[in-house]
């Protein structure tokens, strides 16, 4: 009883000089390794114009960037409404106790300037409470068309620093856009911003496309069409859509990504019926071929350190994963929960593998560790599919199919815990989401 | 693209980019399993396309997942052979398909399996490898669209497209 005792206050006293120590010293930071129940309340009242030409754009960088904090789950706006200070001079030094009476922890102040097509941010971040600056303030320079992504450096920078992890905001999604009727969708291959935004249409809807994923640049999109009449693996440069078939594709080609480096891309060929993974040299066309099994062989994707692959194959009877080393050879089965696996996606983060389970009628979007422990399933519907990563490896995006006559997809995203589920907004419906790194 | 260029007390200037910023069978191609460019003629007269069609029947079911042919489907599949010993002039696109009830890219891999097993079969039969052309679509063209099996078996199909060969 005493010892109980003893170790209770141990705990307690151990517990008490921690929070201390971190009160004292700790900047303002917010973990999103478990999930966030508690979103940290921020303000970014309006940037400052400098200009008459900087008003507008002040007001929408505002905006898009408080909407990729709070998109993020990771934060919560305090409403403009509620601000008893407004900031009218960016050098104008910060009435904390303003920001801090409406329980703001962190804040964001800005300024833009714009000069015929040139577009000047500054911004700087402070810690509410402890009345300091977080990091140094940051000026971005860019045209006032890209005035969009100059929000989300900042929302970068501003998620960077509170949360400790790089961000993933200023990036772009590559999909499929569908239109028509469900026996007749037309697909496109499109271009949005991560946020829905800046919408662009690659390809016409002549062909069926399907699955598109970004090389390590983002400059170019490997993906699989059907216009020459059967499935083949296209390789296309956004800038120019020049678009080439990739290599050697005697038969049906699919399922196609890049390696972390861009100088390869697996797929799978079908000859005769009979699925296998395949490398193929992007330079050079040439292809090795890495599994050899009855099986349907599918949809690879590399380790970070291009060491492995992870894939899926029925070889064991249903879908399941398999990691392999990226030179072929003997494939370890990970997954091993009810029902089937597929669409297997390595974290750039290395440490967790994303998937499509199907159950009892029901899909998930889910995570297992690379030796498939710690299985965890993020969504459940008639049919969710298809994860891709964010730059940091924290958020998925997927989509979701309804079920029926009128049934079709829509993209999604959700973080790591399963706690942020937020529908992304298309023109159409979107399909087949492929998530960039971060742009340069 | 971004440059850091200056880094001043306790601003650092970055600069973002300014500038950042074949071989088509004669089927029709739309995974629909019609054809086009043949006059589909009457379902009486055992030499049309709509007698292959309708009388003997262009498509196998399947189960789910799988792709062994049923005792139908073999049925079915003689009577597409016997046609095709009779009317040589013509190729065949055998086209796999799924269900909606799987991955898009295991679908297509499922599609391929499925459209080999029919070939596969045609070719024991005496139909030369060449008169045939496999496809898959997997889950993209379903013939039925509700969400329930009784759509989904429709779709679970691999369909034989009777294409004019070439020179014909």
């Known amino acids: 009883m005493m010892k109980r005792i003893l170790t209770f206050l141990s705990t307690v006293l151990t517990a008490a000089s ?37 008003k507008k754009y002040a007001a929408d960088l505002t905006k898009v960037l408080a909407n990729d904090l709070v998109g993020s789950g990771v934060f919560r706006e305090i409403p403009s409404a509620a601000h008893i ?40 971040l402070f810690d509410v409470f402890a009345q300091t600056p977080l990091g140094d303030g940051l000026q971005f320079v860019a045209t006032t068309s890209s005035w969009r992504r100059m929000s989300h450096k900042v929302a970068d920078a501003v998620y960077s620093r509170l949360t400790g992890e790089t961000g993933y905001f200023d990036s772009r999604v590559a999909y499929i856009a569908e ?10 291959l499109a271009l949005m911003d991560y946020d829905g935004a800046n919408v662009r249409y690659l390809t016409n809807a002549n062909d069926i496309v399907l699955s598109p994923r970004f090389s390590p640049n983002a400059r170019e999109i490997i993906y699989t069409s059907y216009e020459t009449g059967s499935p083949r693996v296209f390789l296309m440069n956004v800038d120019t859509l020049k678009r080439r078939i990739l290599g050697d594709q005697p038969s049906m080609a699919f399922a196609p990504r890049f390696s972390p480096d861009g100088t390869k891309v697996v797929m799978s060929l079908s000859e005769r019926g009979n699925s296998d993974v395949y490398m193929v040299d992007v330079a050079s066309g040439n292809k090795t071929r890495l ?13 970070p350190d291009g060491k492995w692959i992870v894939f899926e194959s029925d070889r064991s009877g249903g879908q399941q994963i398999y990691i392999m080393n990226a030179t072929g050879g003997a494939a370890k089965r990970i997954s091993n929960g009810n029902g089937r696996y597929g669409t297997p996606v390595w974290s750039p983060r290395g440490d967790l593998i994303a998937f499509t389970k199907l159950n009892k009628g029901r899909f998930h ?48 995203s959700v973080d790591v815990t399963g706690r942020v589920l937020r529908k992304v907004n298309t023109p159409t419906y979107g399909s087949d989401p492929a998530w960039s790194g971060l742009l340069e | 693209m971004i440059n850091i260029l200056v880094k001043f007390s306790t601003l650092v200037i970055l600069a973002v980019g300014l500038t950042a910023c074949g071989d088509k069978f004669n089927g029709n191609g739309n995974g629909n399993g019609t054809n086009i460019g043949i006059q589909p ?31 139908e489907a073999v049925g079915i599949l003689n009577g597409q052979a016997n046609w095709l010993l009779q009317n040589t002039q013509y190729v065949v696109s055998v086209e796999g ?10 679908n297509l891999g499922l599609g391929a399996r499925r459209a080999s097993a029919a070939r596969d079969y045609l070719v024991d039969r005496g139909i030369a490898d060449n008169r045939i052309k496999t496809l898959t679509y997997g889950k993209e063209r379903p013939l039925a669209v509700c969400s329930t099996e009784e759509c989904w078996s429709q779709n679970r199909r691999a369909v034989t497209v009777v294409g004019a060969a070439l020179g014909s």
């Open chain 1, 291 to 303: 599994t050899s099994s009855p099986a349907i062989d599918t949809a690879p994707s590399f380790s």
């Open chain 1, 85 to 124: 200070s407004k900031i009218t001079n960016f050098n104008t030094p910060v009435q904390f106790s303003d920001w801090k009476a409406i329980n703001a922890q962190a804040l964001i102040t800005g300024a833009v300037n714009v000069s015929g097509n040139k577009l000047v941010v500054k911004f700087r």
């Open chain 1, 179 to 188: 239109e028509g009727p469900k026996g007749k969708r037309k697909k496109r």
């Open chain 2, 41 to 71: 003629g009457s379902p009486s007269d055992p030499t049309s396309l709509a007698y292959f069609q309708q009388t003997i029947g262009d498509r196998v079911l399947f189960a789910v997942d799988q792709s062994t042919l049923s005792p």
């Open chain 2, 97 to 106: 398909h799924a269900d909606e009830q799987g991955t898009r890219e295991y």
């Open chain 1, 365 to 412: 979007i889910g995570v297992m560790r690379t030796d498939g422990s710690r299985e965890k399933l993020l969504t459940a519907s008639f049919l969710d599919e298809g994860p891709t990563w964010s730059a940091n490896g924290r958020v998925l995006m997927f989509f979701r199919e309804t079920a029926g006559v009128n049934g079709a997809p829509s993209i999604y």
């Open chain 1, 18 to 54: 921690l929070m201390a120590t971190v009160a004292q010293s700790a900047p303002l930071r917010i973990e999103v390794t478990q999930g966030v129940i508690e979103p940290m309340p921020f303000a970014a009242p309006l940037f400052v114009a400098e200009n008459a030409a900087a």
